[in-house]
């Protein structure tokens, strides 16, 4: 997505949800606003940190995900253990990738935490095309899940 096309949906989805804090219903809009906006998304949503070192599934977009998701696996898995982005141009190249669906070529996921900085879920988002994403995407969706979820509870 272009840095333009960022911009626009990034104020449709702060737009959106002006004065909301409901976590879920943050999750919800984000997802249903960047799936309809990029062909390159093929499956966007949010597991979120249900505590014991485990990932539930949350608001999502695109055919059936994993439903429960450990620190420990994957992905979503290692996102959520590091704290830090996880770009993957070749899914089939991660260690111990799991394949929700095995149309997924390439997936970027990026933590999502509140204001004291607790992690409450990873954002996913798969590709059926290899090495779909890039440091545009990264920057755009770090600043916009910072932004969004700083007053979530």
Not at 15 to 44: H, K, P
Not at 67 to 80: E, Q, Y
Not at 115 to 122: R, S
């Amino acid at each position: 997505m272009s840095e333009d096309r960022y911009r626009e949906v990034v104020q449709r989805i702060t737009a959106l949800a002006e004065g909301e804090t409901d976590a879920i219903a943050l999750m919800a809009t984000t997802v249903c606003e960047l799936y309809q906006e990029d062909e390159r998304f093929d499956w966007v949503g949010f597991y979120r940190n249900i505590g014991n070192d485990t990932l539930k599934i949350g608001p999502y977009q695109g055919g059936h995900g994993c439903l429960t998701i450990p620190f420990s696996r994957g992905v979503c898995g290692a996102c959520a253990t590091t704290g830090e982005v996880q770009l993957v141009p070749d899914v089939d190249a991660f260690p111990d990738h799991i394949a929700c669906a095995s149309s997924t070529r390439s997936e970027l996921v990026l933590p999502v935490r509140d204001a004291k900085g607790k992690l409450l879920a990873v954002l996913d988002i798969d590709s059926d095309q290899p090495d779909a994403f890039d440091q545009e995407d990264v920057t755009a969706l770090e600043s916009l899940m910072r932004d969004l979820f700083a007053k979530a509870q």
